[in-house]
């Protein structure tokens, strides 16, 4: 016979299953015909033929897809770098004892908060009419024109952007970490004799290393799917500069015609994205038996 449901098996199915139709609705079906409109010239509008690999093929002779896929990697390295050196300082010193601690932390986290949109706006009144009006007025001169309308440091722009409301997330993610150190290895440091750069490298920084992995890997994909920045302070520019390739993907494949080639730019991005992933988790896994 039979075994009938009870209620808690009900709720359950009743929660998981349009969970699941709208995932598949909304992220894996779109997927995969994103990967159908990869072999096709199709534009984003009317009839298409299929072209096999011909799209794939000739994203690696496409100038402005190298481009952007050099100022990606540049913009996800030095962001990742960035946010983790900051977010683990962030962390030892919210950590440590200090007075109101948990109204800093609460507080610390609002950037994580706000969308990249709003955040991007913000940043590009400061950069475009505050900042060049303090350059004039104090005589410095770096700052007397918008670092936005520089090819050459626009992306430093977007980079602070980025790693102003990254670092709130990580922070959080190593003040959990510091949190699972017990106690009695600091006492026990303490009794060898260790300084604190020592305890540091020696006591913590081993025990937190798990935690370590997960933001390297999040800071990592975040930073190499960048778009919320990149419309809302530069648009790509000036002169092709700060186009990162989420963004090259939505503005050629919606705007420009090149809806088929821009998947399967999509496709190959992820591949990239998942490739890194796993061979940071590779690698930081056997630090993490090593430590």
């Known amino acids: 016979m039979k075994k009938k449901m009870n209620n808690r098996e009900r709720t359950f199915l009743a929660i998981v299953i349009p969970v699941v139709v709208l995932f598949f609705m909304f992220n894996t079906l779109p997927m995969l015909k994103g990967i159908v409109y990869s072999f096709t010239n199709y534009k984003g509008y009317g009839s298409y033929e299929y072209v096999g690999l011909r799209n794939y093929i000739d994203l690696f002779t496409d100038a402005r897809v190298g481009k952007s896929y050099l100022f990606t990697f540049k913009y996800a390295i ?44 913000i940043f590009s009144f400061i950069f475009t009419y505050i900042l060049p009006v303090v350059g004039d007025v104090f005589g410095i001169g770096f700052l007397q024109n918008s670092i936005l309308a520089s090819e050459k440091y626009a992306w430093i722009g977007v980079l602070i952007v980025g790693v102003w409301q990254a670092v709130a997330m990580n922070t ?33 920084f081993p025990l937190v290393m798990p935690f370590v992995t997960i933001n ?39 705007d420009g015609g090149q809806f088929g080639f821009q998947s399967a730019n999509a496709v190959l991005f992820f591949v990239v994205i998942v490739a890194i992933s796993i061979f940071q988790m590779t690698v930081m896994g056997k630090k993490e038996e090593q430590l």
Do not use: C, H
């Not at 390297?216 to 919320?228: A, C, P, R």
């Not at 530069?234 to 050629?252: D, H, R």
């Open 172 to 204: 959080i993610i190593y003040i959990s970490g510091l949190q699972t150190v017990p106690s009695d290895v600091y006492e026990a440091s303490m009794l060898d004799g260790a300084g604190k750069w020592k305890e540091f490298w020696k006591v913590t």
């Open 216 to 254: 390297l890997i999040l800071s990592t994909k975040n930073f190499l799917m960048v778009f919320d920045q990149i419309l809302s302070l530069t648009k790509g520019g000036p002169a092709q500069s700060t186009e990162s390739i989420s963004y090259l993907i939505y503005k050629n494949g919606m």
């Open 78 to 121: 030095a962001g990742t770098i960035l946010v983790n050196v900051l977010s683990l300082l962030m962390a030892l010193g919210l950590n440590s004892k200090i007075r109101f601690k948990s109204a800093l932390r609460g507080i610390y986290f609002v950037p994580n908060i706000l969308g990249g949109l709003v955040i991007g706006y």
